[in-house]
């Protein structure tokens, strides 16, 4: 059986659960047509998709300076000092972070079986109702921006930045920075706009990806100073250096904190508003 539907049919929740009821996945299988993107406008969108992360970075790199200058807040002046003293460290997590995103997505169109099964498996995910895809599932398919919002910033932030990043640097010190690499390439698979269906919600959604990735960026950055401080004889005995190695962290990811919820905020409104 073939149904053709609109384009906001497609993206409805709602008309998706329906389906799902009249056509459980045990008798019917759903083939979502898929349409590539030509090869040329894939690279010159990578190519703008680039310039963005980079004109980003050093955006906030300087926005990190000037609030420095400004913070009194006596918790945010350790990690402000170090995010401007360490600006080559800086730039280059960045680099290395967005890098392999961008890179991670130039693959994917020549493995775009991969991309497909990926998925498929974090939508089956996501509508099932489980687990943490699912329980995002949820709150985006309330409709409610502020519930959408809070889920979204409170899964990024405890287990994307916290669990995956910082506590496994403070266990295997720098441990954290692997996981953060891992998952740049990861979201460089599944959100490259191989097709035309992902394409047309990836320009909006580009900045999404720029303020999470600068979270996780921020969370990889204080994770190498555990390991940096601790290479520093100067600095005092190892407990010491490890004790500074875990404030500056604790202290920093207020900072991680701050930048993923402005980036759950846009995205529970862009991602809402676009499926309306």
């Known amino acids: 059986m073939l149904l053709r539907l609109a384009d906001e049919e497609v993206r409805s929740p709602v008309l998706r659960k329906q389906m799902r ?12 047509p898929m349409v590539r993107v030509p090869r040329g406008a894939y690279y010159v969108y990578l190519a703008g998709q680039a ?16 609030l420095r200058r400004r913070v009194r807040w006596r918790v945010l002046q ?10 080559r460290q800086l730039w280059t997590v960045h680099a290395v972070y967005f890098g392999l995103m961008i890179f991670a997505s130039l693959v994917t169109y020549e493995a775009a079986p991969v991309q497909t099964a990926l998925l498929g498996v974090v939508g089956r995910q996501v509508e099932s109702s ?7 599932g949820k709150a985006y398919g309330s409709g409610v921006i502020p519930i959408a919002a809070a889920v979204t910033f409170l899964i990024n932030f405890l287990v994307g930045s916290l669990v995956h990043i910082t506590l496994p640097s403070l266990i295997i010190p720098g441990a954290g920075v692997l996981m953060a690499a891992f998952r740049a390439s990861l979201r460089g698979v599944l959100l490259a706009p191989t097709f035309s269906g992902l394409s047309r919600a990836s320009l909006a959604h580009s900045w999404t990806i720029l303020l999470e990735g ?6 990889a950055f204080f994770a190498l100073l555990v390991p940096i401080y601790l290479l520093q004889p100067r600095r005092g005995g190892v407990l010491l250096r490890y004790r500074r190695g875990v404030a500056v962290n604790l202290q920093g990811a207020l900072l991680v904190a701050a930048v993923l919820l402005v980036a759950a905020c846009y995205e529970a409104t862009e991602v809402i508003l676009m499926a309306g």
């Open 130 to 136: 489980e687990g943490l895809l699912g329980t995002a």
């Open 21 to 32: 009821e009249a056509f459980p996945e045990k008798r019917f299988t759903q083939v979502w």
């Open 78 to 87: 350790a990690p402000l000092r170090e995010l401007t003293r360490r600006r």
């Open 214 to 219: 600068e979270a996780y960026i921020l969370a």
């Open 51 to 66: 310039l963005l992360m980079l004109g980003g970075s050093g955006l906030l790199i300087g926005l990190y300076s000037a």
